[in-house]
Nanobody, 115 residues
């Protein structure tokens, strides 16, 4: 059974940084596209950033220049480095991995940006 386990969320002041990690286990196949989504209270879940197995990346306009997605294929791990955080980045962040044709989700990790 494929499992995604996220870590690295927390409380940070505006302008601060956090690094999220997500480890994918339970699969013999390397994930294809991996990504991070977020959902703020009262809002729909939205794509933050995605990365293919080959390293091509895609970012939401609101995080370009501040967030960086990367992955370690040997460890089936994806990272999200978040810099210059703003209060509007506050949300539950979810990891997503496409394994074969199936999409899998982590349980989510809370990121709160507040002074």
């Amino acid at each position: 059974q494929v499992q995604l386990v996220e870590s690295g969320g927390g409380l940070v002041q505006p302008g601060g940084s956090l690094r999220l990690s997500c480890v994918v286990s339970g699969t013999f196949f390397a994930p294809n596209t991996m990504g991070w989504y977020r959902q703020a209270p009262g809002k729909q879940r939205e794509l933050v950033a995605a990365i293919t197995r080959g390293g091509s990346t895609n970012y939401a306009e609101s995080v370009k220049g501040r967030f960086t997605i990367s992955r370690d294929n040997a460890k089936n791990t994806v990272y999200l480095q978040m810099n210059s955080l703003k209060p509007e980045d506050t949300a539950v962040y979810y990891c997503n991995a496409l394994v074969g044709t199936l999409s899998h989700w982590g349980q989510g990790t809370q990121v709160t940006v507040s002074s």
